[in-house]
């Protein structure tokens, strides 16, 4: 069964046309990655940095120097980008999270500094949690006025979180400049606000700040994944990100899910200034000379979007972007080269959606070819995922039982348990089978038939809607259900299939029949021009071959079958007589004048591939010269000895034409059979028989 | 008085600036729109346009005083490059427009900022440690108006009544718009989508390029230096409410562009602001002045989203099979 998995899964890999699968994406995620820096080492020579240095450090630096700042930094893109796309899954674009994540942060400042003037003390951890709390609420409380704006407004969501942010960020300017200022004589050097009282902040307290922070990470990233697979709101919000109007008609109430992940992406960006402003700075910037809106919540937009909104993928992610962005303080040059390079992951992971559509490798064959060969190429790809489809479903029927069971018990993956949930067992299947071809079956008659465990079965079947129970004729009797016609299709292939073995050599066959297809597609339209004649060779053998190798099975089971009709009639009638004529007949296709023509051919067999490209030749020597057939050996007709004169005569005559490999072993025995039952008293004579 | 004249000046500069840029970016986005694409990159463009005005007005000023028509056509043509990876990305590929916007924006904001300061100490020869065009220190320190703002007023709007004669009054017009609407129907009739689209990514470009070019000729107001910080101050996004607040009708965009420069300039200006508020230590009430412009356009987006129709096939793909 492996062999056949591994195949399968390799076909899909590579041939598969619009499949999203993980490994795909995790592959176009390295790739956006390595390009990018490749694209930032190569503007960083063209300002005279060494290439080489320049990643060298963007990855080494962060470990070594500085690892708190590149928890901290991981922490915070993972928060910004869990944020993004929890929304993103029910088809928001959230881009307001800086906003959310400022008036927060502020507005935590406020209340905490005036509580600790007031002179209240918090207990350890109790403290945390209240700002954490606050800024929940305050982050989905700005979150829903987009929310409220897009729903009973209309107002596009992207415009209104923007100036939104805007807003945000030059009020708390304001509050902070007027009462929490760091330099409250010279306004004009501002930079950042007073500090958020010890007692509320994530740093300090003897632990290191990045411990809670990259606890919160994991912590959320659970949550979230058993949110979206293992819930029901989960599922509700996925549907309205993918059909808002279906879900609508299901009788979700649409309005109440996208207000309630807005609330949630604002609490998360909540959490995210918690994370932010307390786990290692316990200030908020605010440069008063360059009033700009926080970048934070961009980069975590684009890590989502390079993740492809899935929480893990998340966490890895903006492990690389912390990475860059703590190391690149140590590059040579200009600290804002990390803007750059995350910038050029983003268009990078924009452009990469290419691949999942696109194969560069057609640009390559256009190039090589002409244009033509788009159209021959398309066929094939289609062609082998339309049978990479259909073999899947054939493996899914020769699962056996205990496989089955493994599938059901997989932890992890719940689509796959729930498609192979109705796969059926090869008892299942036996029972659908007879059903099937009986088309009405009752129960007794059933049982008869089949005897093991039918009960349970039955109660399978239908539950997954296999058969129907209906009364007909005041009789009760189990149909199969009109609409599991798919599953016609797989009872059919599985009396064609007795083993895997000959699934897979079936498949590899189909494989070949369609590249040799579109080999001689793509060859039709471009011979005359850039092809070169040995590959044309090569490629007119091989269908020649695969032509030959049909033909001569066509030709085998014709004559076996005359054999077999002759056989007969050698029974019935006049033996001797008839069976002259019948060998006469056989040989007339090799009589003198095609007998010469096959020994012009043979002798030909050489020098076949010079003459190849005119098809006459080439069909005649291959069609009475096979290739890659054993030798006959000659010696086990001479075990046949008798002491009659025409059978001798008619031996020679085999001979003769194994010899000149006219017949084939399959010939030969049937012959000796011929001549046994002519002769039946050849063995009592005491004739050899091999 | 004579600092309320003083002020009234170059508070009428760089609102006409202004109004120069916030109509031509919201043009573009009207262009974008009316073919059905949702254009979230407008800052990305002109932070472009300005980088490449600062790098060839720098270039070219000791060659000639006056070069500043030049570096903008110059900026204009680079960016057709940009618009063609945008259009690339939309029209080919058929990415999602917010995606594909918000990664042109963090790339170029990223580039931008990363080439102002190397690219600034090459160019200056160490003077300055940024791009510096060194145009508009002057705007903000005389009294008197300046003729170059006019002459740039004219050619904004010879621009945008060319563009509304295209678009209102001629055939080309009406399948420009009619694209954004039912682009089956408009394939139905022959004629090419794609190259509609094309063509208004392109007018959309060479406009944004055009704002910016204009923004850090004189249009940043950051009192006495014409630096580039690398970014556009967010009236990218400011322009995106005015198309909407202007229900996608040119005439409904040029006044909504123009109550906004105005109302910015005058809540900019520090004299004006603190004759209102006279208390220092509410210095900051300047930001909640700066803020007003965006809580009207706000608003203006809350009262104006229901009635104003967008054009239907806004953010859809073209898809030739769907007729």
């Known amino acids: 069964m492996n062999k056949f998995k591994w195949r399968l899964a390799r076909d899909t890999f590579l041939y598969s046309r619009k499949r999203k699968t993980t490994t795909k994406s995790i592959f176009i995620v390295i790739i956006a990655i390595a390009l990018s820096t490749i694209v930032s080492a190569l503007i960083a020579t063209a300002f005279g940095y060494n290439p080489f240095e320049t990643i060298k450090v963007l990855f080494s630096a962060a470990f070594e120097i500085e690892p708190d700042k590149f928890a901290y930094m991981v922490a915070v893109f993972a928060l910004a980008a869990f944020a993004f796309s929890f929304a993103f899954k029910a088809g928001i674009f959230n881009i307001g999270i800086s906003g959310q994540m400022y008036g927060a942060g502020v507005t935590l400042l406020v209340i905490t500094t005036a509580i600790d003037k007031a002179g209240a003390n918090f207990p350890p951890f109790i403290g945390q949690l209240f700002a954490i709390f606050i800024a929940m609420l305050v982050g989905a409380c700005i979150a829903l006025i987009t929310g409220f704006l897009e729903q009973y407004l209309k107002v596009n969501a992207v415009v209104s979180a923007i100036i939104l942010n805007w807003i945000i960020l030059l009020i708390g300017f304001f509050v902070i400049s007027a009462w929490y200022s760091n330099n409250p004589d010279n306004y004009a050097q501002m930079t950042a606000s007073t500090n958020i009282p010890s007692q509320f902040t994530l740093a300090g307290g003897g632990i290191a700040g990045w411990i809670p922070a990259v606890i919160i990470v994991v912590l959320i990233a659970i949550i979230l994944l058993v949110i979206s697979k293992y819930t029901v709101f989960g599922h509700k919000i996925n549907a309205t990100g993918l059909a808002k109007e279906a879900s609508r008609y299901a009788g979700y109430n649409v309005n109440l899910i996208k207000l309630s992940t807005f609330a949630i992406s604002g609490a998360l960006s909540g959490i995210l200034a918690v994370v932010l402003y307390t786990a290692r700075t316990t200030n908020i910037p605010a440069t008063i000379l360059n009033v700009v809106v926080p970048t934070e919540g961009f980069s975590g937009i684009a890590v989502g979007l390079i993740a492809n909104n899935n929480p893990i993928g998340i966490i890895l992610v903006s492990i690389v972007i912390g990475l860059y962005k703590t190391s690149s303080s140590f590059l040579s040059m200009s600290p804002t080269f990390n803007d750059v390079i995350i910038g050029f992951v983003m268009l990078g992971a924009a452009i990469t959606v290419v691949f999942y559509q696109y194969k560069p490798w057609i640009f390559i064959l256009k190039l090589k070819y002409s244009s033509e060969i788009v159209k021959p190429y398309n066929d094939f790809e289609n062609k082998l995922d339309s049978l990479i489809s259909k073999y899947k479903s054939i493996y899914m029927v020769f699962l056996n039982d205990q496989e089955v069971d493994k599938m059901y018990k997989l932890p992890i993956n719940r689509r796959l348990r729930m498609q192979y949930k109705k796969v059926l067992t090869y008892s299942q299947r036996k029972v659908l089978a007879i059903i099937y071809l009986k088309q009405q079956i009752s129960y007794m008659e059933l049982k008869d038939l089949y005897d093991d465990n039918l009960d349970v079965k039955l109660q399978y079947l239908i539950e997954h809607g296999f058969i129907q129970f209906i009364k007909r004729n005041n009789q009760y009797l189990y149909q199969v259900n009109k609409y599991s016609l798919n599953y016609e299709k797989i009872i059919d292939y599985s009396r064609q299939y007795n083993f895997v073995e000959d699934i897979l050599s079936a498949y590899i066959k189909e494989v070949n029949l369609i590249k040799n297809e579109y080999a001689i597609n793509s060859i039709k339209e471009l011979m005359q021009l850039k092809l070169s004649p040995k590959k044309y060779i090569d490629i007119v053998k091989n269908n020649i071959i695969w032509n030959y190798d049909n033909d001569l099975t066509k030709y085998i089971s014709k004559q076996k079958a005359k054999i077999e009709r002759n056989l007969e009639i050698i029974h019935k009638g006049n033996i001797e007589n008839k069976f002259d004529h019948f060998l006469n007949s056989f040989l007339e296709k090799s009589n003198e004048n095609h007998y010469n023509k096959i020994k012009h051919a043979i002798k030909q067999n050489d020098s076949w591939k010079q003459n190849a490209i005119t098809k006459k030749t080439a069909s005649l020597s291959v069609k009475y010269n096979p290739i890659g057939l054993n030798e006959i050996s000659v010696d086990n007709i001479n075990c046949y000895q008798s002491n009659d004169a025409n059978l001798d005569k008619i031996n020679q005559k085999i001979t003769k034409l194994i010899n000149h490999k006219v017949l084939f072993d399959n010939d030969r025995q049937m012959l000796l059979k011929l001549l046994v039952t002519y002769n039946q008293n050849l063995y009592l004579k005491g004739g050899k028989l091999c | ?323």
């Open chain 2, 1 to 323: 008085m004579l600092g309320w004249a003083a002020d009234w000046s170059s508070i009428i500069n760089s609102s006409i600036l202004l109004l120069c840029i916030l109509s031509l970016s919201s043009l573009a986005g009207y262009f974008c729109n009316k073919v059905g694409i949702v254009n979230i990159a407008l800052e990305g463009q002109m932070i472009f346009g300005a980088l490449i005005f600062c790098i060839f007005a720098q270039v070219l000023q000791p060659v000639a005083n006056d070069t500043y028509i030049l570096s903008m056509l110059l900026a204009v043509i680079f960016s057709v490059l940009l618009s063609w990876l945008f259009g690339f990305l939309i029209i080919k590929i058929k990415c999602d427009h917010t995606i594909a916007s918000t990664a042109i924006n963090l790339s170029v904001a990223g580039l931008a900022t990363f080439l102002t300061g190397p690219l600034g100490s090459a160019l200056s020869h160490g003077n300055f440690s940024k791009l510096n065009p060194n145009y508009s220190f002057e705007f903000h320190i005389s009294g008197s108006l300046f003729a170059d703002i006019f002459i740039i007023l004219a050619i904004v709007a010879v621009i945008i009544f060319g563009l509304w004669f295209l678009v209102e009054k001629t055939r080309f017009g009406l399948r420009f718009k009619a694209v954004g609407d039912n682009p089956n129907a408009v394939d139905a009739q022959g004629l090419n989508v794609n190259k509609y689209k094309w063509i208004g990514m392109l007018i959309a470009g060479v406009l944004t390029a055009l704002a910016g070019a204009i923004f850090s000729y004189g249009g940043s107001n950051v009192g006495g230096s014409s630096e580039f910080n690398g970014n556009v101050a967010g009236l990218g996004f400011l322009a995106l409410g005015i198309v909407v607040a202007g229900a996608w009708k040119i005439p409904f965009i040029i006044v909504a562009s123009i109550i906004f420069a105005i109302l910015v300039r005058l809540f900019e200006n520090e004299k004006l602001v603190s004759k209102i508020f006279n208390d220092s230590t509410l210095n900051g009430l300047k930001y909640v002045a700066r803020a007003f412009p965006f809580i009207l356009s706000s608003i203006a987006l809350a009262i104006f989203s229901r009635k104003s129709v967008a054009p239907q096939a806004l953010g859809i793909h073209f898809d030739k099979t769907s007729r």
